[in-house]
């Protein structure tokens, strides 16, 4: 009868332990999941913060893609007006040597 009491006492303390055992363990599952909760918001607010960044990546690259094409535009006008400058010289610097041979041609008065 002692021997049984003894496992009985032995037998309640062991239940004793699991019991808090089973508590702590719920206690480390209660903070895992808390946990995953905040790593799930954490997770939409990243995701959510890379679509902003994706989105003005993409507006900032049109615009660099615009200015691109608006220097080119300029390049091109300028391109343009330096040509028609050239011309111009060209054509002043054509008419002073024509002025300048018709004085030598001309007989001295």
Excluded: W
């Amino acid at each position: 009868m002692g021997r049984l009491y003894d496992e009985t006492l032995q037998l309640k303390a062991s239940i004793g332990e699991l019991h808090v055992l089973i508590d702590h363990d719920h206690q480390s599952m209660i903070e895992l999941r808390e946990s995953i909760e905040r790593d799930h918001l954490s997770i939409v607010e990243l995701r959510a913060s890379t679509n902003d960044l994706f989105r003005i990546a993409s507006i900032h690259q049109q615009s660099l893609i615009d200015c691109e094409e608006s220097q080119i535009q300029h390049q091109d006008v300028l391109r343009k007006h330096e040509k028609r400058h050239d011309r111009t010289e060209v054509t002043v610097e054509a008419i002073l040597e024509d002025l300048r041979r018709h004085r030598e041609n001309r007989p001295s008065a």
